[in-house]
């Protein structure tokens, strides 16, 4: 097919891509590719510095929202291949900036520049999420409680911080949840969350690294809109038992390996042999804390299944048998329970 030839009207020049009438030297000579507004809004919100974007709260720095503002409002020619950006702020007032654009791109090879001006209010907007924080809102209570034992030391700390770091990483998600109110009671801690299917979610999240029993009780509390509104209360009963504690019945020890929501696995020390328990089916086992049962032992030596190691408490050599023939280290971690020694299988982490 026949090329029709084409002029551009400002140099004459023949090209065989016209824009408006121009070749695309002229055109990239011509300005007035990009266009905005004189004045843009954002809003902050003075408590978090959160940044409202399409109607959403998010975690942003300002300038990168100013920035992100100009990019989303400025008119760019689509003739042009656009390389860069570049915006200077300059606080003006208290809530007003300035900001130079300067953008740069190309067409056919000729380089473009265009400087661009506009100034951005500020506008200070408490979010939704701050203001309900303020009122301490609260849509339910996670309590923390354990079962007849205290606390062990950082046991209570570990959990909050599970619990704050999980919160503030959904409020970073744009999950509008928050810490309303923390109490510290007799038997624990309760916490006031402002969002019931969060706090749902993470008390069962808390038992499952935890261990425990979930009770679930509902509260009437008012109307929304014609439907009747509950607080909810999640009871976090932590177990007495605790992964590497030794449980203890009719003669039977057994070492816990590893703890899930529906029971345990437990070592049989006697056998080294593997046994599932249900929560229910150990309720009234004894329990060995770990810090006052489990020690760590030298090996002095070892024949077979026989061993010799150095009692931790007397530094007398005492004699052993292992239910299987196994590899040791120098030390192995034991169980001293009434006169016996007993050794934790090395392959349990
Ligand atoms: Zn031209
Ligand atoms: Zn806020």
């Known amino acids: 097919m026949k090329r029709s030839k084409a002029f ?5 020049r023949e090209t065989d891509r016209l824009i408006d009438g121009l070749c695309a030297k002229c055109y990239s000579e011509k300005g007035g590719f990009s266009q905005i507004d004189g004045r843009l809004r954002i809003e ?3 408590v978090c510095g959160f940044i409202k974007h399409r109607g959403k709260w998010i975690e942003e720095d300002l300038y990168e929202g100013m920035r992100r503002l100009i990019i989303e409002n400025t008119s760019f020619s689509p003739h ?3 390389r860069r950006v570049d915006v200077d702020f300059r606080r003006k007032g208290k809530t007003l900036y300035d900001a130079a654009i300067k953008i740069e791109g190309e067409i056919d090879g000729n380089k473009v520049e265009e400087n661009l001006y506009t100034e951005i209010l500020v506008e200070k907007t408490v979010c939704p999420r701050c203001s309900r ?3 301490k809102y609260y849509e339910a209570i996670i309590q923390i409680r354990t079962d007849e034992r205290g606390f062990d ?3 209570m700390e570990s959990i909050e911080k599970y619990l704050t770091e999980s919160v503030n990483r959904l409020g970073k998600e744009g999950r509008d949840v928050f810490i ?15 969002d019931k299917r969060v706090a749902h979610s993470l008390v069962y ?15 009437l509390f008012g109307m929304k809109d014609g439907v009747k509104q509950y607080r909810m209360t999640y009871l976090l009963r932590l177990h007495k038992y605790r992964k590497h504690d030794v449980i203890v019945k009719d003669e039977k020890i057994f070492y816990i390996k590893w703890f899930s929501s529906s029971g345990v696995k437990a070592v049989d020390l006697k056998s080294w042999k593997e046994y599932s328990f249900r929560h229910k089916e150990i309720v009234d086992f004894n329990v060995l804390r770990k810090e006052d049962f489990v020690r760590e032992a030298v090996v002095v030596s070892k024949r077979g299944k026989e061993i010799q190691i150095l009692d931790p408490d007397t530094y007398r050599t005492v004699d052993a048998v292992i239910p299987a023939e196994i590899e040791l280290d120098k030390t192995v971690k034991i169980v001293k329970y009434r006169d016996e020694i007993f050794l934790i299988p090395p392959s349990i982490e």
């Open 44 to 46: 902050m919100c003075p």
């Open 153 to 155: 030391k950082g046991e």
């Open 8 to 12: 551009c009207v400002n140099c004459g």
């Open 80 to 82: 042009i291949t656009w």
């Open 133 to 135: 924080k303020a009122g």
């Open 205 to 219: 999240q808390i038992r499952d690294r935890f261990g425990g029993e979930i009770k679930t009780s509902a509260k």
């Open 180 to 194: 309303a109110d923390r109490k510290e009671t007799r038997g624990g801690v309760d916490f006031y969350i402002s």
